[in-house]
């Protein structure tokens, strides 16, 4: 099998929010980036991309430019020899190893779903970029459904059902909401029709990571939006009539979106690490791997202690994984700390205009939580390039009506020959 070093020694497993921002800060000291994509997903700003507030291009950061010392070779890695230090990967060209001197995984997390009837057939995931596409897509073919139906399945049709009040689920709903509320306009047919949204989550209240005041106001906004949130509940079973939840409610629906968590990455499984409970690699407060002076881990895939919450590993968060990925581009490179960071605040947006953001001494709320969330993404969102786009993007959606396409078909062309 062909061979290859890794650039200045490193090799990063896995370009996502982690391992990107360890290569940036690893400047010109370099290091080879092994991804399944070219690009960095901004996943912040994913709800806006399913909306279509944001070109679904704008919240994704082109990993050439935004370490543009490294090097990137693309494919997914499939195997790893401690001994040797040697990845495998299989690329569109084949599968060859790279040796490196120091390695560190940030190979992400996997929608965490659970054995229930009909899930995995008839649940649509909110994870990547190829899901918010496949959901606004899908929603919208709702619509044109709704549109050709007689009234009973028109019902069906207009009924969206989100499992997980995490931030993705809450901040999915609101935006896919907005985008329905703009859309009928354009279905005249549809007048009068109802729509029913509806939020279901196990956890007595929703969004239970921000401070109760905030997660209530979020709850009473999805509320007077006419959102039904069913808290304390679980979904039993889906077919494509239906969803069953646990407080034996049916509801009649075509569109069940699960955001009900994530877990480690599985492939870390298979790479003979030690992992904690939950399947994340164990590192100690330096971020190394337990039992491996040269390999790493840091981000959804790991359970890094923190030493500003002792005994409380860091949530999935982007915030973290940034965090976490500046401390160990310092330990790469000569200054080794352990890691500590408090959590600066919290912020989510409800849709067009509304938001909630807990900033140290702040709890704001309506427009001026909407605009300081906003804001803060802007600030986080790396190269200037893509934080013009992003602002041309919101520019444009203030003062013009939404795109309605539904281009399900893109990425999937006819054969040449096909009817
Ligand atoms: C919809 C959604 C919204 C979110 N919103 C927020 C938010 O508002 N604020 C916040 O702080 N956090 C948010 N998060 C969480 C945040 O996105 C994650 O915590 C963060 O992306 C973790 O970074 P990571 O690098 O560990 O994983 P990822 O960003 O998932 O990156 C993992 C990378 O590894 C690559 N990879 C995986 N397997 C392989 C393989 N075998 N070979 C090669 N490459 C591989 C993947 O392709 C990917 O590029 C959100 C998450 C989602 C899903």
Known sequence: MTERTARGGTLIAGG?????????YLGERGATIVSRENFMLFTPLLPEAASGTLEPRHVVVPLRLMCPHSELLLGSITGLNTEERKVTVDSADGPFQVVYERLVLSLGSIARTLPIPGLAEHGLGFKDLADAIALRNHVLGQLEAASAAVAESAVRHLTFVFVGAGYAGVEALAELSDLVSDAMRHYPELNGRPRRWVLVDAAPKILPEIPSRLGDYAAEQLTKRGIEIHVGTTLESIDSESALLS???????ATLVWTAGVRANPLLAQLG??????????????????????????????????LASPGLPDPPTSQHALRQARR?????????QPYRY?????????GRYKGIAAVPGLRLTGFLGWFVTRTYHLFQLPL?????????????ALFFQRDIVELGM??????????
């Open 16 to 24: 996502g929010f982690a391992g990107a921002y360890v290569a940036r």
């Open 247 to 253: 407080n034996g409610t049916r509801i009649p629906t």
């Open 273 to 306: 690490l030690p992992l904690d409970d939950r399947h994340r690699v164990r590192v100690d407060e330096m971020l190394r791997v337990e039992g491996h002076e040269d390999v790493w881990a840091l981000g959804d895939c790991a359970a890094v202690p923190n």
């Open 328 to 336: 160990l581009a310092k330990n790469l490179t000569g200054d080794a």
């Open 342 to 350: 408090r959590t600066l605040g919290q912020v989510a947006t409800l």
């Open 384 to 396: 200037f390039s893509r934080k013009l786009r992003v602002v041309v993007d919101w520019t444009v």
């Open 410 to 419: 893109l990425g999937h062309p006819r054969g040449l020959g096909d009817e």
